[in-house]
């Protein structure tokens, strides 16, 4: 019986511009593979945003094997930069070019063809899921939660769940994530009273408070870090004026700020304390502090045991290297997953994505396919 080859599944899927929130062509075809391997397959839709459900096996079966990923990518770049098609998938020294290589269609072409080979070759006695979502670059809001909306509906449930994101910084099988830090940013805008430069005592000058805000913000140690998190990071990202004449105090100012929480923080309590410090600078400086907020993720953790024991054992048996279980990095669609099922992460090398001349080595894809086999085949051998 012939073996589905992920590195060619890989490559047909970077050839679909599939650019956050387009399909590109990358849907459907994961959709025909996977029927024609004998996926029941449900297009779950949800306003631009293209989605993918499939299950092999029996609805609502008690041993339920997720996987989940996205096919979206994030826009070239400065497309002149590229030194190989970005769309191309052309091979060079071993590495295989494309926006979306590392992040993740090769993550997504690996779990999909160690699925269609092992149901083929071993169907086991339980079902695999598998939830692919054209919406994680993007807002993400219609994407991953409109698969676990539908899943929800229709009684359909993992067990438990593998994101396949790019996990390990520079080798294979160095790490894979248990959790994932929170994700909060917010807007404030400082309004003062205008006035000429050479009086400032007539006017109200909106830059010395925010000034003295975004010190305080920045200035302020969150925490030290816990158990299985580093310090929680505030960092200012921008702050706008505005203002190009320079005897004019300006009425308003602009800044913005990002959070990276660990679990000794809620969304709600940052905010809270955002409200506060900007309260108490609005009183030191007699003006108005605006501020707005959007959590884009809580922090979670899926404390080790045995989803992640089951998946470090397969790739230590593969690659010779045990994984760190970290929580490190940016945010992923395992925090909406773990509302659902224990999740972890495993991928691929993530060096070079979101870069100009994004790439993947061609024999880590292969790999990654033959960690994702083994890990189905330990789950479903065990009673």
Aim: hydrophobic fraction near 40%; proline fraction near 5%.
């Amino acid at each position: 019986m012939p073996q589905t080859d992920p590195a060619r599944l890989t490559a047909d899927l970077i050839r679909c511009p599939s650019v956050t929130p387009e399909e590109g062509g990358a849907l459907v075809l994961l959709e025909k593979l996977l029927s024609a391997a004998g996926f029941d397959c449900t297009r779950t839709d949800r306003g631009e945003v293209s989605n993918l459900f499939a299950r092999w096996g029996a609805k609502g079966h008690a041993k339920t094997f997720g996987f989940n990923g996205h096919t979206d990518v994030v826009p070239l770049g400065d497309e002149a930069a590229w030194t190989m098609p970005p769309f191309g998938a052309e091979e060079k020294d071993g590495f295989m070019y494309g926006r979306g290589a590392t992040d993740m269609k090769s993550g997504v072409a690996a779990f999909a063809a160690a699925a269609v080979d092992f149901v083929k070759e071993t169907p086991p006695d339980g079902a695999i899921i598998l939830t692919i979502t054209g919406d994680e670059e993007g807002d993400a809001e219609d994407g991953t939660t409109a698969l676990l909306d539908y899943m929800d509906r229709e009684g359909e449930k993992m067990s438990v769940c593998l994101v396949g994101e790019p996990t390990c910084p520079d080798e294979m099988g160095e790490m894979i994530k248990i959790g994932r830090r929170g994700s909060l940013t917010a807007w404030f805008t400082v309004t003062g009273v205008q006035g000429h430069s050479a009086y400032p005592h007539r006017a109200n000058n909106p830059l010395n408070a925010m000034a003295r805000l975004m010190d305080r913000l920045a200035s302020h140690e969150l925490d030290q870090g816990t158990e299985h998190f580093d310090a929680s990071t505030l960092a200012v990202v921008t702050i706008d004026t505005g203002n190009t004449a320079t005897n004019v105090i300006p009425a308003q100012s602009r800044a913005t700020v990002n959070i990276r929480f660990n679990d000794a923080h809620t969304g709600a309590s940052l905010t809270e304390w955002l409200q506060d410090e900007a309260d108490k600078v609005a009183a030191e400086f007699g003006l108005e502090i605006a501020v707005q907020v959007k959590i884009s993720g809580e922090s979670f953790i899926t404390p080790p045991g045995p989803l992640s024991d089951l998946v470090a054992e397969a790739v230590e048996a593969e690659t010779g290297r045990k994984p760190e279980l970290s929580t490190t990095g940016g945010t992923s669609d395992a925090r909406f997953v773990k509302d659902h099922c224990p999740v972890v992460e495993f991928g691929l090398v993530g060096k070079t994505m979101h870069q100009v001349d994004e790439r993947v080595e061609v024999a880590q894809i292969r790999q990654l396919k033959a960690i994702y086999t083994r890990i189905l085949q330990d789950y479903f051998a065990k009673v």
